[in-house]
């Protein structure tokens, strides 16, 4: 971060209500405090990838690697997949 100070950092958790029910998966601009909520059925890793599928269609590669380059979240299994979204061919 020191060596790329324009780097945006993305935060990226979940809003469950109910285990077992729908929830949220929040993705948080922290520069602009934008944010993008998607629902889901289920609180696991799959859905996650599937949330990144549109972005991944409607984002030229250079705008989607600027605006994900850093994706903070915390232990929860739903996140444990990460290495699906990082090995798309326009991250690194």
Same mark, same amino acid.
């Given at each position: 971060?020191?060596?790329?100070?324009?780097?945006?950092?993305?935060?990226?958790d979940?809003?469950?209500?109910?285990?077992?029910?729908?929830?949220?998966?929040?993705?948080? #601009?922290?520069?602009?405090?934008?944010?993008?909520?998607f629902?889901?059925d289920?609180?696991?890793?799959?859905?996650?990838?599937?949330?990144?599928?549109?972005?991944d269609?409607?984002?030229v590669?250079?705008?989607?690697?600027?605006?994900?380059?850093?994706?903070?979240?915390?232990?929860?299994?739903? #996140?444990?997949?990460?290495?699906?979204?990082?090995?798309?061919?326009?991250?690194?």
């Amino acid at each position: 971060m020191e060596k790329n100070p324009v780097t945006t950092v993305v935060q990226m958790d979940s809003v469950i209500s109910t285990i077992g029910e729908k929830s949220l998966l929040t993705i948080h #601009f922290v520069e602009s405090s934008q944010i993008l909520n998607f629902l889901r059925d289920v609180n696991t890793s799959q859905p996650v990838i599937e949330n990144f599928e549109p972005l991944d269609s409607q984002l030229v590669k250079d705008r989607f690697k600027q605006l994900f380059s850093v994706i903070v979240t915390d232990d929860g299994s739903e #996140f444990s997949n990460s290495k699906k979204i990082e090995c798309r061919d326009y991250v690194g």
